[in-house]
């Protein structure tokens, strides 16, 4: 990684410019094939998406491909002023059921629960 900031700038030029051939070229070969209009959708928003985002931007902006949702999180510290990731709230409904002092009532709160994700 260049150390001027011209080596970076220059870097990310070169690999927008890139990222926008290949979404020119994923658009031309997929033209007139609904269902890979459908399939690429998603993945062609989000490229176009991070082809046109600035680093200096306000609002969201795509850290990760693999997980769009990522955020980044000021935290205020020293050592670690920013975290990448998803800002998780607490549960309000719990599978466990308030009496859980009741051990056969917890095991078919799981067994509940087992049923309902198994596929």
């Known amino acids: 990684?260049?150390?001027n900031s011209s080596g970076r700038d220059a870097n990310s030029k070169f690999l927008r410019t890139r990222l926008g051939r290949v979404i020119r070229?994923?658009?031309?070969k997929i033209t007139g094939n609904e269902a890979?209009?459908?399939r690429f959708a998603t993945l062609l928003a989000l490229a176009h998406r991070v082809?046109?985002?600035d680093h200096r931007q306000r609002g969201h902006k795509v850290y990760a491909l693999h997980a769009p949702e990522v955020e980044c999180i000021g935290k205020g510290k020293a050592r670690a002023p920013y975290e990448f990731g998803?800002?998780?709230l607490p549960r309000r409904r719990c599978?466990?059921?308030e009496d859980w002092h009741d051990s056969a009532r917890l095991v078919q709160a799981i067994n509940l629960l087992m049923e309902r994700l198994a596929p």
């Open 1 to 3: 990684m260049p150390t």
């Open 25 to 28: 070229d994923i658009r031309r």
């Open 36 to 38: 890979l209009n459908e």
């Open 51 to 53: 082809r046109f985002q």
């Open 86 to 88: 998803c800002k998780s």
């Open 95 to 97: 599978f466990v059921p």
